[in-house]
């Protein structure tokens, strides 16, 4: 699914929200590395990450090329600021009407606009691409993520006091979350 708007930050920098494809691989795969190691918010640790840069740039490519799912980069200058993807839940047809959604952003780029830019680029994507419900979880004490979800129209619809284990943290809970598009 093709992507492309330049958005200006907070900062005044711009920023180029664009699909990932070939050739972009490496730096979403440090990008992974870099924003997994910065917060406990997300669902995997950068050590659990099991695709190399090539890997990646298959996987940006058949993204980009496909008509139901998205994988969108934040650029600020040359540095993937932020990365954010919508995927189908499945294709048989009770589910093939939704798609969940994830989004991370390197601390350094927190609070400029990236996240709300990014998710607003995932619910026009995920609109264009025909889903009904866009799904999301999110970590309950991650107050930020949940107030810009909120704003955007994501209802909470359950939550689950042990959703995820912290290597540090114990037990967190999430908050399931959806947009009827």
Not at 56 to 69: A, G, M, R
Not at 134 to 151: D, G, P
Request: charged fraction near 25%; aromatic fraction near 8%.
């Amino acid at each position: 699914m093709k992507y492309n708007r330049t958005i200006l930050l907070k900062d005044n920098r711009e920023c180029c929200l664009r699909n990932g494809g070939e050739g972009d691989g490496q730096a979403v795969f440090e990008s992974f590395r870099l924003t997994h190691s910065q917060t406990d918010y997300l669902l995997s640790y950068p050590d659990e990450n099991s695709y190399s840069g090539a890997q990646e740039d298959e996987l940006l490519k058949q993204k980009s090329e496909s008509e139901d799912e998205a994988e969108i980069l934040a650029l600020v200058g040359n540095m993937v600021a932020g990365t954010a993807g919508i995927e189908k839940i499945g294709a048989k047809y009770k589910v093939r009407h939704r798609a969940r959604l994830g989004i991370s952003v390197a601390r350094e780029f927190w609070g400029l606009g990236i996240g709300g830019a990014l998710l607003n680029a995932c619910i026009e994507c995920a609109k264009k691409a025909g889903y009904e419900q866009l799904e999301l979880t999110v970590v309950a004490e991650n107050l930020r993520a949940i107030s810009m979800y909120t704003k955007a129209g994501f209802v909470e619809y359950g939550r689950n006091p042990k959703g995820f284990k912290s290597r540090t943290a114990g037990f967190q809970e999430l908050v399931y979350m959806r947009l009827e598009l």
